[in-house]
Structures are given as C-alpha cells and as structure tokens.
C-alpha cells in the first residue's frame, strides 16, 4: 500500500501532486522496481494524487500495467471536515489568514486538523459530512475484504491510496481503536508503503510506513501532507 505523494497544500488545486510530490513518487518508483517485487493487479483511488503517484512511481518501474480504478480507497474529505470544526475554513483564504496568525503554521494546522478529526469521528455530528466516519471506516474494510475475496493466495496487489484508508486497513488488521487509528493516521508519511499479507480474511501486517528510501530523516523528501 502506497500513501500518495504531497499534495499542493495552499494552492487552487490541492489534489494536484507538488514537486516534492513528484520526486518522492518517482523515489518510491525506483525503489520498487529495484525490490524485484512484481506485482499481479494495481489499484489505486479515484483522486488526481492517486492518480498522479501511480504514474509517476509506475513509470520507473520497468512492466506497463493496467492499473483498476477502486473508490474505495478514496481519502476521506479532510476539508468538509475542517469545515465542521470551522465554518469559515469552506474558502481557503480564512484557512491560510487563520495560519498567519502562528509562528508555526503547520503545527498550529495540525492542531486544529486533530480536533476536527476528533469531532467527526465521535458521530455526533454525522448528519453534517458528506461521509460520516463509520460509513468512511466501512467503506475501506469493505473494499479490502472484497478484494481479498478475489485475490489469489500467492498474488501480490499494488494499492495507490492516501493516509487515512492506510491507517483504517492498519485498524482492521490489528483490532485498534478508532483512537489509535487517529495517532497512526498522523504519523504516515508521503509515499511511504505500508504491506499486509492474508490468509483468507486474515490479516497480518508485515510492515507499516517505511519510508528508507528516502534516506535520511533531514531528507526534503520527508512530508506527512
């Protein structure tokens, strides 16, 4: 499993991948191909950064590959829910005349991002999301367990998909609570890989959010959005 590249955080299309982006896709590329890993199906989510990270990555790698569109690995709408805790979020300008205001934007919008993950993710509120919680959470378990129903014992499934499906499949496969699910969610880095291995609906988790190809942890290529 593949967390997409950075996306263009402040900018008219967010879901566009940036170059930082770019080159940690192509990165995550070379390492793969050089892993010899070959790979039976590849899937990614339905958004421009799936998208964006599956092409960049694949094209270091050296077999063409259909890759399978699957919604279900979709990231949940971090702006609809920003946009519960604060209104006023809904237009990007309040988001970045909201960050001015601290020393230290990113933590500050790490702070605000973790207090309206925790009020969407209490359900109290679901009737104002496009997607409440428990319906994102089921939406991702349901579309690892079809796909595991289809999977061949011995085949090896590429997946293209964002931070928060990752830590919810993590959830699945370890029995965690939706507390957890929220710490490993914030500690997952672009590009990183994460891989589970099954038998029939078992789940066992081999590995989760390596990012060595990057080397060092100064690394530019480090970036958790």
């Given at each position: 499993m593949c967390v997409n590249g950075q996306a263009s955080f402040g900018k008219a299309d967010y879901d566009a991948l940036s170059k930082v982006g770019q080159e940690q896709s192509r990165v995550l590329g070379q390492m793969l191909a050089l892993s010899g890993l070959r790979f039976d199906r590849v899937l990614q989510g339905n958004m421009k950064r799936h998208?964006?990270?599956?092409?960049?990555?694949?094209?270091?790698m050296p077999e063409a590959r259909?890759?399978?569109?699957?919604?279900?690995?979709?990231?949940?709408?971090?702006?609809?829910?920003?946009?519960?805790l604060h209104p006023n979020f809904a237009e990007p300008h309040n988001v970045k005349a909201f960050l001015k205001k601290y020393p230290e934007?990113?933590?500050?919008?790490?702070?605000?991002?973790?207090?309206?993950?925790?009020r969407w993710m209490q359900g109290d509120h679901d009737s104002e999301y496009p997607e409440s919680y428990s319906d994102f959470k089921q939406r991702c378990w349901d579309g690892l367990r079809g796909l595991l129903k289809q999977a061949g014992?011995?085949?090896?499934?590429?997946?293209?998909?964002?931070?928060?499906?990752?830590?919810?499949?993590?959830q699945l496969a370890l029995q965690l609570s939706d507390r957890m699910m929220l710490r490993l969610n914030g500690a997952i880095v672009n590009c990183s890989i994460s891989r589970l291995s099954f038998k029939g609906e078992l789940l066992f988790l081999r590995f989760f959010n390596d990012y060595a190809h990057f080397g060092k942890t100064s690394s530019p290529l480090l970036t958790f959005r």
């Amino acid at each position: 499993m593949c967390v997409n590249g950075q996306a263009s955080f402040g900018k008219a299309d967010y879901d566009a991948l940036s170059k930082v982006g770019q080159e940690q896709s192509r990165v995550l590329g070379q390492m793969l191909a050089l892993s010899g890993l070959r790979f039976d199906r590849v899937l990614q989510g339905n958004m421009k950064r799936h998208s964006e990270t599956a092409r960049f990555c694949l094209d270091e790698m050296p077999e063409a590959r259909t890759i399978e569109a699957a919604p279900w690995l979709n990231e949940f709408d971090h702006q609809a829910i920003l946009s519960g805790l604060h209104p006023n979020f809904a237009e990007p300008h309040n988001v970045k005349a909201f960050l001015k205001k601290y020393p230290e934007p990113a933590k500050a919008f790490h702070k605000e991002f973790e207090k309206a993950m925790q009020r969407w993710m209490q359900g109290d509120h679901d009737s104002e999301y496009p997607e409440s919680y428990s319906d994102f959470k089921q939406r991702c378990w349901d579309g690892l367990r079809g796909l595991l129903k289809q999977a061949g014992a011995d085949e090896n499934i590429l997946l293209f998909t964002s931070g928060g499906p990752i830590a919810s499949l993590m959830q699945l496969a370890l029995q965690l609570s939706d507390r957890m699910m929220l710490r490993l969610n914030g500690a997952i880095v672009n590009c990183s890989i994460s891989r589970l291995s099954f038998k029939g609906e078992l789940l066992f988790l081999r590995f989760f959010n390596d990012y060595a190809h990057f080397g060092k942890t100064s690394s530019p290529l480090l970036t958790f959005r």
